[in-house]
T-cell receptor, first 116, second 115 residues
Framework: AQTVTQSQPEMSVQEAETVTLSCTYD???????LFWYKQPPSRQMILVIR??????QNATENRFSVNFQKAAKSFSLKISDSQLGDTAMYFC?????????????FGQGTELSVKP | GAVVSQHPSWVICKSGTSVKIECRSL??????MFWYRQFPKQSLMLMAT?????????EQGVEKDKFLINHASLTLSTLTVTSAHPEDSSFYIC???????????FGSGTRLTVV
């Protein structure tokens, strides 16, 4: 069975600074997807970034980027130029391809506070 | 992008009554939808996979007779909490996607309080 671990329950960062959230996972699969989701105080889940396991290139979405280390089973999220609106719970998630089940498996979450 | 609508946003019910939560895909057809439960400051726990036209698949430990799921059309799945008790109070979220490998879209969630 797959597991996802986020070892940082809480983090804080000053506005405009950079912060990195850690995530490790365990799987015997070779083809899968990894995601970071954001859940602000409204509790609406928002997709931040997506990585395909068979792509070595790290995904980037504006101020958000990942460091995907497949051999180490590590998938960290870097947020650059942190903004107050980035304050939220962040969840790392693993998923097998849809045609193999497609269920999201979430980590425990990291609560990020961006301070002015 | 895909839009998933969930209603109601919040509901208060008396112990022993049943509550229905709806999850709709607004601009796509969803063969599969997922239902999650989330306690404060905790992660999302997958409860069941809702399959259009067939029985839902429940995760281990989830009472299928308490949490009834119906996926009668390609755009609507419902979760009914039957004979609700205070311990069923929680935040329930659904998800769906027309291109799942690109990441699921989530409904806005339903806060259920049983008194």
């Amino acid at each position: 069975a797959q597991t996802v671990t986020q070892s940082q329950p809480e983090m804080s960062v000053q506005e405009a600074e950079t912060v990195t959230l850690s995530c490790t996972y365990d799987t015997s699969e070779s083809n899968y997807y990894l995601f970071w989701y954001k859940q602000p105080p409204s509790r609406q889940m928002i997709l931040v970034i997506r990585q395909e396991a068979y792509k070595q290139q790290n995904a980037t979405e504006n101020r958000f980027s990942v460091n995907f280390q497949k051999a180490a089973k590590s998938f960290s999220l870097k947020i650059s130029d942190s903004q107050l609106g980035d304050t939220a719970m962040y969840f790392c998630a693993f998923m097998k391809p849809y045609n193999q089940g497609g269920k999201l498996i979430f980590g425990q979450g990291t609560e990020l506070s961006v301070k002015p | 992008g895909a839009v998933v609508s969930q209603h109601p946003s919040w509901v208060i019910c008396k112990s022993g009554t049943s509550v229905k939560i709806e999850c709709r895909s607004l601009d796509f057809q969803a063969t599969t939808m997922f239902w999650y439960r989330q306690f404060p400051k905790q992660s999302l726990m997958l409860m069941a996979t809702s399959n259009e036209g067939s029985k839902a698949t429940y995760e281990q430990g989830v009472e299928k007779d308490k949490f009834l799921i119906n996926h009668a059309s390609l755009t609507l799945s419902t979760l009914t909490v039957t004979s609700a008790h205070p311990e069923d109070s929680s935040f329930y979220i659904c998800s769906a996607e027309d291109t799942p490998d690109y990441g699921y879209t989530f409904g806005s969630g339903t806060r259920l309080t049983v008194v």
